[in-house]
């Protein structure tokens, strides 16, 4: 019975994705096509503020940026105070509103220049002046001499990130630490429903803690590069099957960095879709704003109406 309910479930889920069209994915927001490369966003509860990462055209500058919103209109994007000569990435804003987690590879020390692995950073907001505190490192056992990559919380601050371990299924693995007695315990590796040997990251976990959003890279069962799969927890607590989020939300191009928005049922992440077709520009200017505005290939920020069902 516990089978067929769970076919049912993923049949209905489906249904409401195809009901969807590559016209109702939408970019974010037009403030953000000034940008080669966009991706890792999070938002507000009250949508009024989002962060997201910043990238020259091959990745080898990053910067985590804002954008906050004054009655229906967005401003223009801000660098966050901390970011340096270093590399920003990955932010996510934990469910009560106060913590911003981010990925780096920033000194321990301030007084050094030397670069480190990628660790999980975070910075917490000052209810006084509403500004964030400097970076502090999460440090052991989250983060080690590996490298760990997008940090995302429940409400009971249980943590989920990405880490490519040799004792981990592949080569990147998605990983979980318990928060218990106000600290971190020991990483756990998710089970075979979430990991394979080959590529799972970017993991995205409700608040609740009852469904997991993630990227598979090149998958038999995928669109074509890096597609978007959910997995719920059955009855007893466990992972089940993780299931691909299909057409039109993944494409034969990569899609990547999940964040959903539960109260509006929304879900943004990055993707790198491509439907530019030549045409007859009159100007070198009509020319920018179609490259630009259009899915150009680039990695965007993307949103889309999606309903979760949950078990």
Same mark, same amino acid.
């Given at each position: 019975?516990?089978?067929?309910?769970?076919?049912?479930?993923l049949?209905?889920?489906?249904?409401?994705?195809?009901?969807?069209?590559?016209?109702?994915?939408?970019?974010?927001?037009?403030?953000?096509?000034?940008?080669?490369?966009?991706?890792?966003f999070?938002?507000?509860?009250?949508?009024?503020e989002?962060?997201?990462?910043?990238?020259?055209?091959?990745?080898?500058?990053?910067?985590?940026?804002t954008?906050k919103?004054?009655?229906?209109?967005?401003?223009?994007?801000?660098?966050?105070?901390?970011?340096?000569?270093f590399?920003?990435?990955?932010?996510?804003?934990?469910?009560?509103?106060?913590?911003?987690f981010?990925?780096?590879?920033?000194?321990?020390?301030?007084?050094?220049?030397?670069?480190?692995?990628?660790?999980?950073? /975070?910075?917490? $907001?000052?209810t006084? &002046? @509403?500004? *964030?505190? +400097?970076?502090?490192? %999460? #440090?052991? =056992?989250? !983060?080690?001499s590996?490298?760990?990559?997008?940090?995302?919380?429940?409400?009971?601050n249980?943590?989920?990130?990405?880490?490519?371990?040799?004792?981990?299924?592949?080569?990147?693995?998605?990983?979980?630490?318990?928060?218990?007695?106000?600290?971190?315990?020991?990483?756990?590796?998710?089970?075979?429903?979430?990991?394979?040997?080959?590529?799972?990251?970017?993991?995205?976990?409700?608040?609740?803690?009852?469904?997991?959003?993630?990227?598979?890279?090149?998958?038999?069962?995928?669109?074509?590069?890096?597609?978007? /799969?959910?997995s $719920?927890?059955?009855? &007893? @607590?466990? *992972?089940? +099957?993780?299931?691909? %989020? #299909?057409? =039109?939300? !993944?494409?034969?191009?990569?899609?990547?960095?999940?964040?959903?928005?539960?109260?509006?049922?929304?879900?943004?992440?990055?993707?790198?879709?491509?439907?530019?077709?030549?045409?007859?520009?009159?100007?070198?200017?009509?020319?920018?704003?179609?490259?630009?505005?259009?899915?150009?290939?680039?990695?965007?920020?993307?949103?889309?109406?999606?309903?979760?069902?949950?078990?």
């Amino acid at each position: 019975m516990k089978q067929i309910l769970l076919l049912l479930a993923l049949i209905l889920f489906s249904n409401l994705l195809s009901g969807q069209s590559e016209n109702d994915i939408t970019t974010f927001s037009k403030k953000l096509d000034q940008f080669y490369n966009i991706r890792d966003f999070c938002i507000s509860n009250n949508g009024n503020e989002a962060y997201f990462t910043i990238q020259s055209p091959s990745g080898e500058i990053s910067q985590i940026a804002t954008l906050k919103k004054e009655g229906n209109k967005w401003l223009e994007p801000e660098l966050l105070p901390f970011c340096d000569e270093f590399m920003y990435l990955e932010p996510f804003l934990t469910p009560d509103q106060n913590r911003l987690f981010f990925v780096s590879d920033r000194p321990i020390n301030n007084s050094s220049i030397q670069k480190k692995d990628f660790d999980i950073w /975070y910075v917490d $907001k000052d209810t006084i &002046n @509403n500004s *964030w505190s +400097k970076p502090k490192n %999460l #440090g052991k =056992p989250v !983060n080690s001499s590996l490298d760990e990559f997008y940090p995302t919380v429940s409400s009971n601050n249980n943590l989920y990130f990405t880490m490519a371990s040799p004792n981990g299924l592949g080569k990147d693995d998605i990983y979980f630490c318990e928060w218990k007695l106000g600290k971190y315990k020991e990483p756990v590796l998710l089970n075979k429903n979430i990991n394979s040997d080959g590529y799972e990251f970017n993991a995205f976990i409700s608040k609740n803690e009852d469904f997991l959003l993630f990227t598979k890279y090149n998958t038999v069962d995928g669109q074509g590069s890096g597609d978007l /799969y959910i997995s $719920k927890k059955d009855k &007893n @607590n466990n *992972w089940a +099957k993780a299931t691909n %989020l #299909g057409l =039109p939300i !993944n494409t034969k191009y990569m899609e990547y960095c999940p964040f959903y928005d539960e109260e509006n049922q929304k879900l943004y992440f990055t993707s790198k879709r491509k439907n530019i077709q030549p045409q007859d520009f009159k100007t070198v200017l009509d020319f920018k704003n179609y490259i630009k505005e259009s899915k150009n290939g680039l990695s965007k920020i993307y949103v889309a109406k999606l309903n979760i069902i949950k078990n």
